[in-house]
């Protein structure tokens, strides 16, 4: 087997050309939206086979990391596409549609990381972190209430006027301004009593049932950027996840 630098020799040869793809993209070196170089050119840069490197873009597209577009290249997927701008957003109306949300932020605050959040984001328990609460509202009604913590250190400067001010959805803010891709996402979904709180902000009463979802948003590599947890009236609304 051939042998990357850096590289672990234990791994097929194509994951080993994907690692160093997305270790490129991870320094930045290919910008989300920006081309990157063609196969043969990736191939003569690893000295490896064209298709080794054809399999690596291959799943690496297949995880929406990359985007081949036919005739013009691969490209690194971004949150600013119009066909991606929702792509986390689960929630349909019952005809099956996905609707724009538009956005509230209603607080913007610094807290400390209890346990759960140090763990969930890889911080120090009692680190600060940015709090935020927003709602989302489809067709003009009121339908997600998110609250939002995110690692200040990766967000330097972030404040509620910037987040009003930038013409986009959240990831797309976090792409753009501070270079971080949302690329994965993990989700825990239960049914939960709406609180008081919760209730005014979605027009429900206290106590009527809601869908929570818990999200882990991770950048390349596994790293966590932001939890949230998204409280959803779903009373016009379904949760589609599509698998295989």
Known sequence: MTTLHGSPTFRPLYEQIKILITQSL??????????????IDLAKRYKV???TVRKAID?????????????????????????????????????GEKEEPVSELLTWNKIKADAKMAHVLGVRKG??????????????????????????????????????????????????????RIVQAEERLKAIPASPKVA?????????PILSIERVALTYGDKPVEWRVS?????NHYYLNEIG
């Open 127 to 180: 680190s600060p972190l940015i709090e935020l609460t927003r709602v989302l509202r489809m067709n003009g009604k009121p339908v997600i209430y998110d609250e939002i913590r995110l690692s200040p250190t990766l967000f330097k400067g972030l404040t509620a006027a910037k987040i009003n001010e930038f013409q986009g959805t959240i990831y797309s803010l976090y792409e753009t301004l501070y270079g971080l």
């Open 59 to 95: 799943e690496l597209a297949a995880e929406n990391i990359l985007v081949r577009r036919q005739g013009k290249g691969t490209f690194v997927a971004t949150h600013t596409e119009e066909k991606r701008k929702y792509y986390y957003l689960r929630l349909f109306n019952e005809s």
């Open 26 to 39: 991870v320094s930045g070196e290919w910008k989300p939206g920006e081309i990157i170089p063609s196969e």
């Open 49 to 51: 086979s064209q298709g």
């Open 231 to 235: 409280l959803c009236n779903t009373e």
């Open 200 to 208: 005014g902000h979605l027009g429900l009463k206290a106590g009527e």
